[in-house]
């Protein structure tokens, strides 16, 4: 059992040519993951063996080299240009739309509030008609100031001949195309005045 003890220590000797310990080399964690990646990869020259380049191939190089070079000048369709211009002036139009909208939107606030005070002041002042023309306060009033109703030997009637009539001015057209360029008229005024 000694025996056994004794073998599994171990012995350092001062020996040269005798390494006590580990020889491995220890790696810093990037190179590690640098040569874990490229483990199972071969080099170039393992995947193939490299033929020799002929003349035609070293032309063909150089016409695609001068090709990527110098490229001719792109033209731009006038299509393009139009399509363009038509979204710059949709984009215009559709923030002058933002803006009225934004105009509106404050000028319908501001009409909220003055309507919410007008309402104020019209309950106020109703109350104050009230008051003033009530039947009663009107009759001591005209009391007070001497007046009375009046008596059937003050009241006259006047009877006017001929009947209760109206006559209306102007002439109505009535034609189908006058009524459709009226019209076309309404619209196009409301367009531009929607817009200016």
Avoid: W
Wanted: aromatic fraction near 8%; charged fraction near 25%.
């Amino acid at each position: 059992m000694a025996a056994s003890v004794r073998s599994t220590k171990r012995r350092y000797y001062n020996t040269p040519g005798v390494v006590n310990g580990n020889l491995a080399r220890e790696l810093s964690s990037h190179e590690l993951e640098r040569r874990l990646e490229h483990s199972g990869e071969l080099a170039p020259d393992e995947y193939y063996v490299r033929r020799r380049e002929s003349q035609s191939d070293i032309l063909a190089r150089r016409r695609a080299k001068v090709k990527a070079a110098v490229r001719p000048a792109q033209k731009v369709s006038p299509l393009a240009v139009i399509g363009f211009s038509g979204v710059a002036v949709m984009m215009v139009a559709l923030l002058l739309c933002y803006i009225r909208i934004n105009a509106i939107s404050s000028n319908i606030v501001d009409m909220k509030e003055q309507i919410s005070v007008l309402e104020v002041e019209q309950v106020s002042l109703l109350t104050r008609y009230e008051q003033a023309f009530d039947l009663a306060t009107v009759k001591e009033a005209a009391q007070s100031a001497g007046m009375r109703q009046p008596d059937d030997s003050q009241i006259f009637y006047i009877d006017l001949p001929g009947e209760d009539q109206a006559v209306s001015y102007g002439s109505e057209d009535t034609s189908v195309l006058s009524r459709f360029f009226a019209a076309v008229g309404r619209n196009i005024y409301a367009a531009v005045e929607y817009f200016s």
